[in-house]
């Protein structure tokens, strides 16, 4: 467009003032001024260009940016979250304490209650009804152990909800006036999960002490 008003310009100019001495002396000025007006222009669109590419930089680099800072956050939740895990402590340790009596035999399986609280850190160990219930997901360690007497069998399982994952047990004999026993295990509980310990009936354990007990702790947050 521009070369087309050079052009146009030059045509009339050279069609009116051929023979006007002023015209003719303007003529070249007017040339010179469309030139430079076209390098302007030229310019301007090179400007507008190397805008346009450091806009697009700018863009791409706020999208960096952004990404960063997303990366960032999550980072930072998963620390968080770690230091949550870390926080979780879970530990109980109990004990029947029933006093100077066998508890059992009973006609039917019994869910033992273990009275006496040793330790109860995070409060996952109800007293009132023998059972563990999980805080959080995880693996947890438990143990399970019996002192009882000769007359009648022991036979002690950990439940799981309503499925049997630990046993221990001793048959009654007239030789040997005690029986003992234990077993442990690692179980993997889901965040509400119970756990429990029942006497099979027909079978007793002694009451005293910290002879019979049951305890467990978080091992590792899932």
Not at 147 to 155: D, E, F, L, V
Request: charged share 20%; glycine share 8%.
């Amino acid at each position: 467009m521009l070369w087309f008003l050079l052009l146009f310009c030059g045509l009339s100019l050279a069609e009116e003032g051929a023979n006007d001495p002023e015209t003719q002396s303007c003529f070249p000025d007017m040339c010179n001024l469309l030139k430079e007006v076209g390098a302007m222009s030229e310019k301007i669109k090179s400007l507008e260009t190397r805008l346009q590419d450091s806009e697009t930089r700018l863009q791409v680099s706020e999208t960096k940016l952004q990404n960063s800072e997303t990366r960032l956050q999550n980072s930072e939740s998963q620390i968080l979250e770690l230091k949550n895990k870390e926080r979780t402590k879970v530990i109980f340790s109990t004990a029947v304490g029933e006093g100077e009596k066998h508890i059992g035999p009973f006609t039917t399986d019994t869910t033992l209650i273990y009275k006496t609280v040793i330790t109860n850190i995070g409060n996952a160990y109800n007293a009132a009804t023998g059972i563990f219930t999980a805080p959080v997901a995880g693996v947890y360690y438990f143990t399970i152990f019996f002192h009882a007497g000769w007359k009648h069998k022991t036979s002690l399982h950990l439940y799981k909800n309503s499925e049997v994952k630990l046993s221990t047990s001793d048959e009654d004999t007239v030789t040997n006036r005690t029986d003992n026993g234990g077993n442990a295990g690692y179980l993997h509980l889901q965040q509400g999960d119970q756990v429990y310990v029942r006497l099979f009936k027909n079978s007793h354990v002694w009451g005293n002490g910290g002879y019979t007990t049951f305890s467990g702790s978080l091992v590792t947050q899932m």
